[in-house]
């Protein structure tokens, strides 16, 4: 395990980056220098495009060792190098050295770790026109390009057959070739901006690896047209058994497309293996055994975890959360607060409550050796990309921010934190933030200060700040009715570990739940949750907490209009109809359909 994590490090984007401008530099070179591309345009570009990346690739190494500049060059190359995949399929066409490019470039994107915020109602439906209207046009060429294709084989005369070759050449450079581009950058937008993703679901990643094959057959097609539409030129010559490929080829993108189209219609199967990891917790648990417990402050203690299989534990981003299930067969949330470059362990702080009855006194119980369960990682707290961030943090609530604060600091970004305790001896991790980071973390104990004025450190955030949120119940449904006063052009995150005694008490109608997979019909009545109605039917559905905040009973939405009422979604992802959390949710209508 020492040795992968190792690995991983020496692999860092920085070094990569170094790797990716040697590359660039004798990239530019071949490039330039092939003397028969059939595309001098293309070739042309390729050599500038691999010229401008080293000179990139030097200057973002120099700018990544730099705490000042390291947030700003990391997002810079991460919109460069996700640019300049789709960028060197056209390069393709000159030279054959863009593979390693489009490598080199996927390896350094996934090694920045990119968080891409989910996209606002009205940018969804702005990409997702632009995905829709290209694809459809990219289908209509590649219809049009097959239909030429076959009166090229067919045609007795010879003006129209070449003719039909070159004008197959026009439209490959001028319509296919962008609309491919176009059609990857707009998908790719799409998928990270929304909760598909890229590999989480098998009809995206399929779809995926359909856009990323149909380039790779589109440089055999342009060299094939290119070459009977300087064949037919002869008015004697016959397109013979190339002319025939190109049919085969064009019937073979057609029907690519034509499957993609399908699968973004139909949304076939589940979640791939990545996608399953991500929701681990909700298919098994992870035997793990206590390595460590150490007292942080009063009533804390940290425990830390490793496999019990001395396995690697699944990585995880700061803002993640484990369920613990605790010898009694409780099941509790803990958000993790180590390392998440350290996979050989999770580190954990556990509050011991008054009377202990919420399972915290179990917890504090547990000792070195133990071995235990747990599931997850879940992570509805995550960082976005945002020009500043606020932190507020009450008692325990500081754990979630412990990993962000790392992070955060190590791109250089803008940030404060206001942490908010009771005493200092009960402020987990207070002095280690504030000799740390004293530009950044202001400490307001209970016993010694008056309760800090959350409206006016609200109202000086500046626009577009996200304010992450974690403590108390009332600190959080404080700060979530100021937000829309003092801050409205900010976004704001909380997580919750108990549901909040403001939550919604509206009477429940009854309903009816289709389990698609399974053909199922169940009846919800007025008085009973969606997930113990499934639970009736199947035991073993997934949930934990069973009122609406940890995430575990997520489910998908195939048809009908949920009643969120969980407290996973933020509030801009209220209008969603793709999941629902069946502990709390309901529905509006009559009927839903679930993907079981």
């Known amino acids: 395990m020492v040795l992968q994590e190792r690995l991983s490090r020496s692999l860092s984007p920085r070094a990569l980056q170094v790797v990716f401008g040697v590359f660039a530099v004798v990239a530019a070179v071949l490039v330039a220098a092939r003397q028969d591309a059939h595309h001098p345009l293309f070739q042309t570009a390729g050599a500038v495009g691999y010229a401008c990346a080293a000179v990139l690739s030097f200057g973002s190494w120099s700018a990544l060792g730099r705490a000042e500049s390291a947030a700003r060059a990391r997002r810079i190359l991460i919109v460069f190098h996700l640019l300049f995949i789709p960028a060197q399929f056209l390069f393709l066409l000159a030279h054959q050295v863009p593979w390693l490019g489009m490598l080199l470039s996927t390896v350094i994107t996934v090694g920045l770790k990119p968080r891409f915020p989910r996209l606002g109602r009205v940018s969804r439906k702005v ?300 402020m987990a991790f207070a002095e280690q933030l504030a000799r740390s980071h004293p530009q950044h973390v202001t400490i307001s104990p209970a016993d010694q200060q008056p309760r800090p004025d959350v409206e006016a450190i609200l109202r000086a955030a500046p626009a577009g700040t996200a304010v992450y949120c974690c403590g108390p119940e009332a600190m959080l449904d404080a700060v979530e009715a100021l937000m829309p006063i003092a801050c409205p052009r900010g976004v704001l995150h909380v997580e919750r570990f108990l549901a909040s005694s403001a939550a919604s008490t509206l009477p429940g109608t009854p309903f009816e739940a289709e389990l698609r997979r399974s053909g199922r019909v169940l009846q919800v009545p007025a008085d009973r949750s969606l997930l113990s109605v499934l639970q009736d039917v199947e035991p073993g559905t997934d949930y934990s907490c069973a009122n609406g905040v940890c995430g575990s009973c997520e489910t998908r939405v195939l048809a009908g209009v949920p009643d969120h009422r969980d407290y996973v979604l933020r509030p801009e992802e209220r209008r969603r109809r793709d999941v629902i959390y069946p502990c709390v949710s309901r529905v509006r209508g009559s009927r839903i359909v679930l993907d079981l």
């Open 127 to 426: 990409w997702l026109t632009l995905h829709v209207g290209i694809s459809v046009g990219w289908l209509g060429v590649s219809l049009a390009m097959l239909a030429l294709s076959v009166v090229g084989v067919t045609t007795d005369q010879a003006d129209v057959r070449h003719s039909v070759y070159r004008l197959m050449n026009t439209f490959d450079l001028a319509l296919a070739i962008p609309s491919v581009f176009l059609a990857i950058i707009t998908g790719v937008v799409i998928s990270l901006g929304t909760p598909w993703g890229l590999i989480r679901h098998r009809w995206v990643l399929a779809k995926l690896l359909i856009a990323l094959s149909l380039p790779v057959l589109a440089t055999f097609e342009g060299e094939w047209i290119e070459v009977l539409a300087a064949r037919t030129a002869n008015p004697a010559a016959e397109p013979g058994g190339t002319g025939i490929l190109l049919v085969g080829a064009m019937g073979l993108f057609l029907t690519m497309l034509w499957t993609a189209t399908i699968l973004s219609v139909f949304k076939p199967s589940g979640r791939t293996r990545w996608g399953r990891r991500e929701n681990r917790g909700r298919r098994s648990d992870i035997a793990v055994t206590v390595q460590a417990v150490q007292p942080v402050a009063d009533r804390i203690v940290a425990l830390e975890f490793a496999a019990a299989d001395r396995t690697l534990l699944p990585d995880w981003e700061p803002g993640a959360h484990i369920d613990l299930v605790l010898p009694s067969g409780r099941v509790r949330q803990y958000s993790l607060c180590g390392d998440p470059a350290v996979r050989s362990k999770y580190r954990v702080a556990v509050l011991r409550e008054p009377g202990g009855g919420d399972g915290s006194a179990e917890a504090h119980r547990l000792a070195p050796g133990a071995t235990i369960s747990i599931r997850g990682p879940r992570n509805h707290f995550r960082l976005v990309g945002a020009s500043s961030y606020l932190l507020l943090a009450g008692g325990i609530g500081i754990a979630p921010f412990l990993p962000m604060i790392a992070q955060l600091a190590t791109e250089g970004a803008r940030w404060h934190l206001v942490y908010r305790g009771r005493s200092l001896a009960a």
